[in-house]
Antibody
Framework: QVQLQESGPGLVKPSQTLSLTCTVS??????????WNWIRQYPGKGLEWIGY???????DYNPSLQSRVSMSADTSHNQFSLKLSSVTAADTAVYYC???????????????WGQGTTVTVSS | QSVLTQPPSSSGTPGQEVTISCSGS????????VYWYQQLPGTAPKLLIY???QRPSGVPDRFSGSKSGTSASLAISGLRSEDETDYYC???????????FGGGTKVTVL
């Protein structure tokens, strides 16, 4: 059974870079057709898609965050990572990683999610 | 302000049917599949409906999805106490080039 687990600092100072890792067990991040997403949920409960990295290492980011986001994959550890630079209090949220199958044209939905990790931006 | 519009709340008595709407535009719901997620308190969203009306394995057939034009709906029939939680719709938006979500609907079982 595939499981995803987010990890990283729970507190980040303003203007610094938020770095999170999602460790995948029970499946390979290199499996063809898989898209590995980051989504965040604000304290007011709104959900925002941050971006994805797919099985071949291609990325797509939410244009609203594109200038500050980067994602990468480490196939040797079966992990993928998120970096969000120049953070402010507005980036305070619960961050989730999630697996999708298929591109947005033919997606089967984000059927597997990590438990989420709370990141607070504060000095 | 969410790109997809959902009512903030909906309610029903046990056994009733509740319908949650999700309104979008031609750049999202009008052109792409709709997905529904259920989120219990303190947990990650769970995929409830994919590709407008398909249920993942293990999701009860009390949950059903539909789409017409630029709107979609989630119906919960035979409402049960454990259905009392938050529901979100989602779709790809090609003008924003991003997955977009509704603001969420809190279902209350009276």
């Amino acid at each position: 059974q595939v499981q995803l687990q987010e990890s990283g600092p729970g507190l980040v100072k303003p203007s610094q870079t938020l770095s999170l890792t999602c460790t995948v067990s029970g499946d390979s991040i290199s499996r063809n057709g898989y898209y590995w997403n980051w989504i965040r949920q604000y304290p007011g409960k709104g959900l925002e898609w941050i971006g994805y990295i797919n099985h071949s290492g291609s990325t797509d980011y939410n244009p609203s965050l594109q200038s500050r986001v980067s994602m990468s994959a480490d196939t040797s550890h079966n992990q993928f990572s998120l970096k969000l630079s120049s953070v402010t209090a507005a980036d305070t949220a619960v961050y989730y990683c999630a697996r999708d199958v298929g591109s947005h044209y033919v997606s089967y939905g984000m059927a597997v999610w990590g438990q989420g990790t709370t990141v607070t931006v504060s000095s | 302000q969410s790109v997809l519009t959902q009512p903030p709340s909906s309610s029903g008595t046990p056994g009733q049917e509740v319908t949650i709407s999700c309104s979008g535009s031609s750049s999202n719901i009008g052109s792409y599949y709709v997905y529904w997620y259920q989120q219990l308190p303190g947990t990650a969203p769970k995929l409830l409906i994919y590709r407008n009306n398909q249920r993942p394995s293990g999701v009860p057939d009390r949950f059903s999805g539909s789409k017409s034009g630029t709107s979609a709906s989630l119906a919960i029939s035979g409402l049960r106490s454990e259905d009392e939680t938050d529901y979100y719709c989602a779709a790809w938006d090609d003008s924003l080039n991003a997955w977009v979500f509704g603001g969420g609907t809190k279902v209350t079982v009276l």
